[in-house]
């Protein structure tokens, strides 16, 4: 048996009905139409792709959602877990290295130098450090400029804003505290708006570019392997275009990043980790070192909403959307999460977007795709304002 079937069937245009006329009872057409299909795929699936929602629900029955939110619980714990003695393991034997030559360079210091005392030396080293912390650098060989200039400025106000915060240069004064939490109270809010617009926007390709792959591929695979395939290149246009090439830009920028490390911050910005050991423009001699931090603060926002807009895509296939399987609602149940979700009649993506979806129900039921316009002498309804890419119909 294929595991895929694909059959034509071509409407009569005659006044003759053939057998394809069919009349269809469905949600984006509240009353009987007489359709005539003129292309229909059909699906046969020996193993339907995976619903997160039946699977879980077969397994654990009603207590679905307290059964897996303890075993994720429990996977998570152990994550975090695991995560800490890899980290461990991996960074202490250079931690203790590190520690073993500050110990040699001070006694190498004291030796050199037998008339200062070493309460001298380590209330030196706190002044130093402490300045450090604070974005100060106490070596008269380290020319960087000062921390507070606009450009400067400007690249803090984005880290705050974007919540990324990698916390090498904070405020010091208390009304510089103040107003960066009201800062921060009001920024935050307006950068998630400027985003999402910026992704909405960027959506309107996007379902293009998957409804072009619908048109080239839909007669060789089934719409939830297209929506892999638009995934995958979306993933790939995200690595590349904001961390393969940016991480090359910084290395030849950075005189002291190699370029794993340029990758490492691309990737730790991009994600809004922020760790703060790696910040671009504060390398001694750093030339234009106010316009490097605009045009970084720009990058910053750039990689910001497309990775927005691949999680987005990400999330639309229901397939790979786990939160259903947490969620003690069904879809269905709700109109909201429905017309957000781009389920029904509402096209996907939530912008335009294309009606392609695997569907099953709990009963393994399989369904056919089947693209259909209505006969020349039914004229739609008045009431009737579904977009032409979203009608496509569902027959059992």
């Known amino acids: 048996m294929e595991k895929y079937k694909r059959i034509h069937s071509y409407g009569s245009m005659s006044s003759n009905r053939s057998d394809d006329d069919m009349t269809v009872h469905s949600q984006v057409y509240p009353y009987p139409k007489k359709m005539i299909v003129t292309r229909e795929i059909l699906y046969e699936e020996e193993h339907p792709p995976f619903q997160p929602l039946f699977a879980t629900t077969k397994v654990f029955g009603k207590a679905r959602f307290a059964c897996l939110l303890l075993i994720y619980t429990v996977f998570y714990v152990t994550y975090l877990l695991s995560g800490a003695l890899v980290f461990s393991a991996l960074e202490t034997p250079l931690e203790n290295q590190i520690r073993l030559e500050v110990i040699r360079a001070k006694q190498d210091f004291m030796v050199k130098n037998p008339t200062v005392l070493d309460a001298d030396l380590e209330t030196l080293l706190e002044v ?39 916390g090498h240069v904070t405020p010091l004064t208390k009304p510089g505290k103040l107003f960066c939490m009201a800062y921060a109270l009001l920024g935050i809010p307006l950068t998630l708006v400027l985003l999402s617009a910026l992704v909405e926007r960027l959506l309107l390709p996007a379902t293009a570019f998957l409804r072009a792959l619908n048109s080239s591929l839909g007669h060789l ?10 995934l995958s290149i979306i993933v790939l246009m995200l690595v590349v275009f904001f961390l393969v090439i940016p991480a090359t830009i910084f290395s030849v920028l950075e005189p002291d990043w190699d370029y794993l490390d340029s990758f490492y911050y691309c990737f730790i910005s991009i ?21 490097y931090k605009v045009a970084t603060t720009f990058y910053l926002l750039l990689g910001l909403t497309f990775l ?36 029904g009649i509402c096209p996907g993506y939530g912008v335009g977007g294309l009606m392609m979806r695997d569907d099953y129900n709990h009963h393994d039921q399989r369904r056919s795709v089947v693209q259909i316009r209505p006969h020349l002498d039914d004229s739609p309804s008045p009431e009737d304002t579904t977009p032409v890419h979203a009608r496509d119909m569902r027959v059992p």
Not at 222 to 229: A, D, E, G, N, S
Not at 271 to 291: C, E, K, N, W
């Open 128 to 166: 130093v450090i402490g300045a450090s912390h604070q974005g100060v650098a106490a070596s008269k060989n380290v020319t960087q400029g000062p921390n507070w200039t606009f450009g400067q400025s400007l690249f803090f106000a984005s880290t705050v804003v974007t919540t990324i915060g990698y």
């Open 271 to 291: 994600t809004t980790i922020g760790l703060g050991d790696y910040i671009p423009g504060d390398s001694p001699g750093q030339a234009y070192r106010p316009l």
């Open 308 to 343: 927005m807009l691949t999680l987005t895509v990400f999330y639309d296939i229901p397939q790979l959307n786990l939160s259903s399987v947490f969620s003690s609602m069904k879809l269905e149940d709700d109109p909201e999460k429905m017309r957000l979700s781009g389920s």
């Open 221 to 230: 695979y089934r719409p939830f392997t297209i929506r892999l395939v638009h």
